[in-house]
């Protein structure tokens, strides 16, 4: 969950989910489509959202899809405390 301080308003007229997927894509540097906003309402304007991770042992490179899931968590934990 994400709170901003714009309107729903302004949030959609800035671009929305698609422009708020893609920043936290950038942001954490995974593919937006392992992002879906499940909802945004007032109360500042709160997004939520989930980010869904490959099951490191379905891949052939689970140490390196282990390593990226862990970073991608780190990162996103600095971003949910700022």
């Known amino acids: 969950m994400v709170r901003m301080e714009w309107s729903v308003d302004e949030f959609f007229n800035n671009g929305g989910t698609t ?3 893609d920043r936290v894509a950038g942001s954490l ?3 937006a489509s392992t992002i879906k906003v499940v909802s945004v309402y007032t109360g500042s304007l709160v997004v ?4 869904n991770v490959d099951d490191p042992a379905d891949n052939s490179t689970s140490s390196e899809s282990a390593s990226t899931a862990s970073t991608s968590e780190a990162q996103l934990a600095e971003i949910k405390a700022k």
């Open 19 to 21: 422009t708020f997927i």
């Open 29 to 31: 540097g995974i593919h």
């Open 48 to 51: 939520n959202y989930d980010i």
